[in-house]
């Protein structure tokens, strides 16, 4: 039995949901989020709540029950509230600007790293170096902070590099020069 999976999905007003077979479609003040789920899994809508049911005792049938109830309840926030993660430059001259749809990032390359951001996806840079991306598809905003860290993942000796802001590095000792000489 699925913990997760069990739990019924409130609706809130100003969000509709049509469902279509194995397709279910939500529209909110965001915008509309679409997904195909699996067809072991029925969705069904109780009044103010969306209510997922397996088709099967199986072990994967109740893994997919908790996962799809998870990936719905994540569109119905989305088109409500919306998502955010934040991430951090930092290093002696690493410098991130957003324009438009464009992130240029100087972190320590020869050139400055073009990062464009899919459609969905708004940016948002402060003066300490906090890149602040928002999206309604929870999943296309993780995807893109990803992305983004992986263009100069966080070093372990100073730090360098972009991480997420409520990332810890951990910290390696460097080697001591003055200590080895005999």
Not at 96 to 122: H, Q, R
Request: hydrophobic letters at 35%.
């Amino acid at each position: 039995m699925s913990r997760i999976g069990k739990q019924p999905i409130p609706v809130p007003g100003g969000v509709k949901v049509e469902i279509h077979g194995t397709h279910i479609k939500v529209t909110g003040g965001n915008g509309t989020l679409e997904r195909d789920i699996r067809p072991e899994i029925e969705i069904s809508l109780n009044g103010s709540e969306l209510v997922c049911t397996p088709k099967g005792t199986s072990k994967r049938v109740m893994a997919f029950w908790g996962m799809t109830r998870s990936l719905v309840n994540n569109m119905v926030l989305g088109v409500q509230k919306g998502f955010e993660k934040k991430l951090l430059v930092e290093g002696v001259g690493y410098r991130a600007k957003a324009s438009g749809s464009t992130l240029t990032l100087n972190v320590g390359y020869s050139n400055p790293v073009e990062f464009v951001l899919p459609k969905d996806i708004a940016i948002t840079v402060d003066k300490d170096n906090t890149i602040t991306l928002t999206g309604m598809d929870k999943e296309l905003v993780g995807m893109t902070a990803a992305q983004i860290r992986q263009i100069r993942k966080p070093e372990p000796y100073k730090g360098k590099g972009i991480r997420y802001i409520d990332e810890h590095i951990v910290r390696k000792v460097g080697k001591s020069g003055a200590a080895v000489a005999a």
